[in-house]
C-alpha cells in the first residue's frame, strides 16, 4: 500500500528538511524560522477541549474546540473496536462538527451525526453509508494520516514528518513494541515540538500524532487539536496496516545502542 498521496511530496520533504534544520521555510504560505526568546505557547481555541483517550460519545460533540478564526480541522480516534474521524468546519457556511463512526472495526460507516455550532443543535444521517462509502470513509483516514488537506484540513504534521525526522537516529526511540519519532525544539532541547508514537500488540495498534506547537516567527502556535490521530488498541484494519508499516520503516534508523 502506498501511504503517502502527495503531488508535492519533494517540495515538502525539502521544506521539512530546512524547517527541522532551521532555515526559513515556506509551508501552507506561512513562513516558519527558527528563533531565540520564544514566549508561552498560543492557542486560537475559542472554547472547548479534545481528551483523546476517552472514547467520544454524541454528546462530547458540543464539547470539542471551537477556533477563533475560520480554521477547520480533521483528526482520528479509534479505541479497540470503535474508529470516529472528526471534521470541523469553519471557514464558510454554518459552523459545524461532523462525527463519522465504525463501531466494529469493518471498515464500514453505522453513524454520521452532525453538531451546528451556532443552533446547538443536531442532525442524524439516516442512510450513512450512503454518505460515506467504505472508500470515502477510507480516504478521508488515509488524508488524516497523511497530513493531505484537500478535502478536509487535518495536522499536515503526519507521515510524511515521521519519514524525514527519523532519518535522524538522535530522533528515534523505542516505544513498546514499536518506536517514538519526535522533533526538539532546535532553540530550546527541553521542549518537544511534535511527538509519534506507534506499537503493535496482540491487543490492536497503537498510533499517535501529536503536534504541541509550531513556531511562527517568535511565537510558539499550538494548532487547535494537538492529537490528529490517536489510536489505542485499534482493530482498524488501516490503522494496523499503517502501523506495521511505519514501525518496518522505522526499525531501520533505530540506534543500535538503544
Same mark, same amino acid.
Given at each position: 500500500?502506498?501511504?503517502?498521496?502527495?503531488?508535492?511530496?519533494?517540495i515538502?520533504?525539502r521544506?521539512?528538511?530546512?524547517?527541522?534544520t532551521g532555515?526559513?521555510?515556506l509551508?501552507?504560505?506561512?513562513?516558519?524560522w527558527?528563533a531565540?526568546?520564544?514566549?508561552?505557547?498560543q492557542?486560537?481555541?475559542?472554547?472547548?477541549v479534545?481528551?483523546? /483517550?476517552?472514547p467520544?460519545? &454524541?454528546?462530547?460533540? +458540543?464539547?470539542?474546540p #471551537?477556533?477563533?478564526t475560520? $480554521?477547520?480541522?480533521?483528526? @482520528?480516534?479509534?479505541i479497540?473496536?470503535?474508529t470516529?474521524?472528526?471534521?470541523?468546519?469553519?471557514?464558510?457556511g454554518?459552523?459545524?462538527?461532523?462525527?463519522?463512526?465504525?463501531?466494529?472495526s469493518?471498515?464500514?460507516?453505522?453513524?454520521?451525526?452532525?453538531?451546528?455550532?451556532d443552533?446547538?443543535?443536531?442532525?442524524?444521517?439516516?442512510?450513512p453509508?450512503?454518505?460515506?462509502?467504505?472508500?470515502?470513509?477510507? /480516504?478521508?483516514?488515509?488524508? &488524516?494520516?497523511?497530513? +493531505?488537506?484537500?478535502? #478536509?484540513?487535518?495536522?499536515? $504534521?503526519?507521515?510524511?514528518? @515521521?519519514?524525514?525526522?527519523?532519518?535522524?537516529?538522535d530522533?528515534v526511540?523505542r516505544?513498546?513494541?514499536g518506536?517514538?519519532?519526535?522533533?526538539?525544539?532546535?532553540?530550546?532541547e527541553?521542549?518537544?515540538?511534535?511527538?509519534?508514537?506507534?506499537?503493535?500488540?496482540?491487543?490492536?495498534?497503537?498510533?499517535?500524532f501529536?503536534?504541541?506547537y509550531?513556531?511562527?516567527?517568535?511565537?510558539r502556535?499550538?494548532?487547535?487539536?494537538?492529537q490528529?490521530?490517536?489510536?489505542?488498541?485499534?482493530k482498524?484494519?488501516?490503522?494496523l496496516?499503517?502501523?506495521?508499516?511505519l514501525?518496518?520503516?522505522?526499525?531501520?534508523?533505530?540506534?543500535?545502542?538503544?
Amino acid at each position: 500500500m502506498e501511504i503517502i498521496h502527495s503531488k508535492g511530496g519533494i517540495i515538502l520533504k525539502r521544506s521539512i528538511i530546512s524547517l527541522i534544520t532551521g532555515f526559513i521555510v515556506l509551508i501552507g504560505g506561512v513562513a516558519l524560522w527558527s528563533a531565540g526568546g520564544r514566549g508561552p505557547i498560543q492557542a486560537n481555541v475559542e472554547r472547548g477541549v479534545y481528551i483523546a /483517550k476517552i472514547p467520544l460519545k &454524541i454528546s462530547d460533540l +458540543k464539547k470539542l474546540p #471551537v477556533p477563533k478564526t475560520n $480554521e477547520d480541522y480533521a483528526f @482520528i480516534q479509534s479505541i479497540d473496536v470503535e474508529t470516529n474521524v472528526v471534521i470541523g468546519k469553519f471557514k464558510a457556511g454554518q459552523r459545524e462538527i461532523t462525527l463519522i463512526q465504525d463501531r466494529n472495526s469493518d471498515g464500514k460507516v453505522d453513524l454520521v451525526v452532525r453538531y451546528f455550532v451556532d443552533r446547538d443543535s443536531f442532525k442524524y444521517s439516516a442512510r450513512p453509508r450512503n454518505e460515506f462509502t467504505e472508500e470515502k470513509f477510507k /480516504k478521508l483516514k488515509e488524508d &488524516i494520516l497523511n497530513g +493531505k488537506q484537500d478535502e #478536509v484540513n487535518p495536522n499536515k $504534521e503526519a507521515i510524511e514528518y @515521521i519519514k524525514v525526522l527519523q532519518q535522524n537516529s538522535d530522533r528515534v526511540r523505542r516505544w513498546k513494541n514499536g518506536f517514538r519519532v519526535f522533533l526538539v525544539d532546535a532553540d530550546d532541547e527541553t521542549s518537544e515540538q511534535m511527538n509519534f508514537f506507534f506499537s503493535i500488540s496482540s491487543s490492536g495498534a497503537d498510533l499517535v500524532f501529536e503536534l504541541n506547537y509550531r513556531n511562527q516567527g517568535v511565537t510558539r502556535m499550538s494548532p487547535i487539536i494537538n492529537q490528529s490521530v490517536y489510536c489505542k488498541d485499534s482493530k482498524d484494519p488501516l490503522i494496523l496496516e499503517v502501523t506495521k508499516q511505519l514501525i518496518k520503516e522505522a526499525a531501520n534508523f533505530v540506534p543500535v545502542s538503544d
